[in-house]
């Protein structure tokens, strides 16, 4: 097991309200982390029991450089299976970038951390000006007053890691926070290497559409079409 703890120096109502979010995340998947318990200590902390991960973050992956196309692959299929379980719970995770995949000994792919879930997959809307969140990973509707973000927000957020993942680089990370928001919204992307497999780099280019109606509609879709690629 793996014990989680706020401490009681850091109780602050908006932290402790994230961490309580994300111990009532309790889904049995094989590509979500298992919660097994949560509760007060004596000292009055905040803490989780989860299931012990043995491996490594994609995010400490990456730092090695980008992946052959078939490990990404196989990669996005598990993600994507891990998100839709989340979606078909309600759930929208809102923060899905590397270092909240988790790469297992085993093959498995995980996905962590909830702390900025939303449980209200049909009504969605943050107080303008609150982003939560990695800001690389944001999706362009997120950028706006009182925006909503859906399953297509994860869904976006998904095709920035799949493309770190096949190149190394953050599409659209730029010098300055500002000028990274900007180019989400307004830039188009690099595009991808001919050397990635034409099928992988179209179901890529359908996660980065710049509308949400433009995307693939859900995790499901989305896992749909990455079985359709054949490496």
């Given at each position: 097991?793996?014990l989680?703890?706020?401490r009681?120096?850091?109780?602050?109502?908006?932290l402790?309200r994230?961490?309580?979010?994300?111990a009532?995340?309790?889904i049995?998947?094989?590509?979500?982390?298992?919660?097994?318990?949560?509760?007060i200590?004596?000292?009055?902390a905040?803490?989780?029991?989860?299931e012990?991960?043995?491996?490594?973050?994609?995010?400490?992956?990456?730092t090695?450089?980008?992946?052959e196309?078939?490990?990404?692959?196989?990669?996005a299929?598990?993600?994507?299976?891990?998100?839709?379980?989340?979606?078909?719970?309600?759930?929208?995770?809102?923060?899905?970038?590397?270092?909240?995949?988790?790469?297992c000994?085993?093959?498995?792919?995980?996905?962590?951390?909830?702390g900025?879930?939303?449980?209200?997959?049909?009504?969605?809307?943050?107080?303008?000006?609150?982003?939560?969140?990695t800001?690389?990973?944001?999706?362009?509707?997120?950028?706006?007053?009182?925006?909503?973000?859906?399953?297509?927000?994860d869904?976006?957020?998904?095709?920035?890691?799949?493309?770190h993942?096949?190149?190394?680089?953050v599409?659209?990370?730029?010098?300055?926070?500002?000028?990274?928001?900007?180019?989400?919204?307004?830039?188009?992307?690099?595009?991808?290497?001919a050397?990635?497999?034409?099928a992988?780099?179209?179901?890529?280019?359908?996660?980065?559409?710049?509308?949400?109606q433009?995307?693939?509609?859900?995790a499901?879709a989305?896992?749909?079409?990455?079985?359709?690629?054949?490496?």
């Amino acid at each position: 097991m793996a014990l989680k703890v706020l401490r009681t120096e850091a109780l602050l109502p908006e932290l402790e309200r994230r961490f309580l979010r994300e111990a009532n995340v309790r889904i049995e998947h094989p590509n979500v982390v298992r919660t097994l318990d949560a509760g007060i200590t004596r000292d009055g902390a905040p803490y989780i029991v989860l299931e012990l991960l043995e491996g490594r973050s994609l995010d400490e992956r990456l730092t090695a450089g980008k992946m052959e196309p078939r490990s990404v692959l196989l990669l996005a299929r598990q993600a994507a299976s891990g998100l839709a379980a989340l979606h078909r719970e309600g759930i929208v995770h809102r923060d899905v970038k590397p270092a909240n995949l988790f790469c297992c000994r085993d093959g498995s792919v995980k996905l962590l951390d909830f702390g900025v879930a939303h449980f209200d997959l049909a009504s969605i809307a943050t107080q303008a000006g609150e982003l939560l969140g990695t800001l690389l990973y944001f999706a362009p509707e997120q950028f706006f007053g009182a925006y909503r973000a859906d399953a297509r927000s994860d869904v976006w957020a998904l095709g920035v890691v799949l493309y770190h993942a096949l190149t190394g680089a953050v599409p659209f990370e730029r010098r300055a926070p500002i000028e990274t928001a900007m180019a989400i919204v307004q830039e188009p992307h690099p595009p991808l290497d001919a050397s990635i497999p034409a099928a992988l780099a179209a179901v890529v280019e359908r996660c980065l559409a710049k509308r949400p109606q433009d995307r693939l509609p859900s995790a499901v879709a989305l896992r749909a079409a990455l079985d359709t690629v054949r490496l």
